[in-house]
């Protein structure tokens, strides 16, 4: 059955979900900020300075995933939503993956050494409850976002896109949606460079797709994932980590090779066909008779 025909049964969560999901992601996170770039003076004096930790940058932030949530429940209801949400229960895959998560900070790492501030950044947290407070709020930051990225974007895209075009097509959106963080004083991207960081988010794109399909389309380890990417204990390696994220990336396609340059194995559902969660954090379709 192809995927035009496969009727709401198959996917209740239709390929075009993607344009409204688009919509409000950017609508929403461009909105905000766009009335701190156009009116700075009356946005700071009305609800204050814009910072990481502003409400206004936190609900930006959390765009994709109240895009997500908005969509999915408007196609398959409040009960299509819990079963969507039970995706953050899969967390079986082959063990290499696992180590590469554990790995993840040797690119950071690497990155900082041909910086040169690898031994010479001072540690930058000076207590405990400095360190705890930034992992917290970490946590509940950039990896919300993977709830529409990976969550919902992804399996839409892999219906019409073989898994390397459906990650570099949705690296460059989720590099482009960053866009006016990088315009503003106050956040975190503002010390960047924009070209490096899209190049960055297009290449960590493609390590993140064969991971999201080996999982079978689990959303906790994309939030893993992200989480590792935004750590605030690594050490600041920017543009150089880039360099190492593109390597990491073309060794990992290569590897994967079969199932990136095709469809038969990418997930592309966005809602779990009627199935449970199973104690090996898989998919178990239910038997009905």
């Known amino acids: 059955m192809d995927i035009d025909s496969a009727g709401a049964h198959r996917y209740p969560v239709p390929s075009i979900a993607l344009a409204p999901f688009l919509l409000i992601t950017f609508g929403l996170a461009w909105g905000i900020l766009a009335l701190y770039i156009l009116l700075p003076g009356p946005m700071t004096a009305m609800v204050g300075q814009l910072s990481g ?44 993956w696992y180590a590469f998560l554990l790995g993840m900070p040797l690119l950071f790492y690497a990155g900082a050494a041909v910086k040169g501030n690898l031994f010479t950044d001072p540690f930058p947290f000076t207590s405990a409850s400095e360190l705890l407070s930034a992992i917290a709020i970490t946590l509940v930051l950039g990896p919300i976002e993977e709830f529409g990225w990976r969550g919902l974007a992804l399996p839409l895209l892999q219906r019409r896109f073989a898994p390397i075009w459906a990650g570099l097509i949705l690296g460059g959106v989720w590099g482009i949606w960053h866009l006016p963080a990088f315009l503003l004083s106050g956040t975190p991207q503002s010390a960047w460079s924009f070209t490096p960081f899209l190049l960055g988010s297009v290449a960590l794109s493609l390590i993140v797709t064969p991971l999201f399909n080996a999982s079978r389309g689990s959303i906790l380890l994309a939030f893993l994932f992200h989480l590792q990417l935004i750590n605030p204990i690594w050490p600041d390696a920017q543009p150089y980590d880039i360099v190492f994220f593109w390597a990491a990336a073309l060794v990992i396609v290569a590897i994967n090779r079969k199932t990136m340059f095709r469809k038969a194995r990418a997930v592309t559902q966005v809602i779990p066909p009627t199935a449970e969660i199973g104690m090996t954090g898989d998919i178990t379709e239910e038997t009905r008779p």
Do not use: E
Not at 71 to 90: K, N, Q
């Open 53 to 96: 930790r502003h409400p206004f940058f936190i609900l930006a932030v959390w765009s994709p995933a109240i895009a997500a949530f908005i969509v999915i429940t408007r196609y398959v209801g409040l009960a299509g939503l819990r079963r969507y949400l039970s995706r953050m229960l899969l967390w079986h895959c082959p063990l290499v």
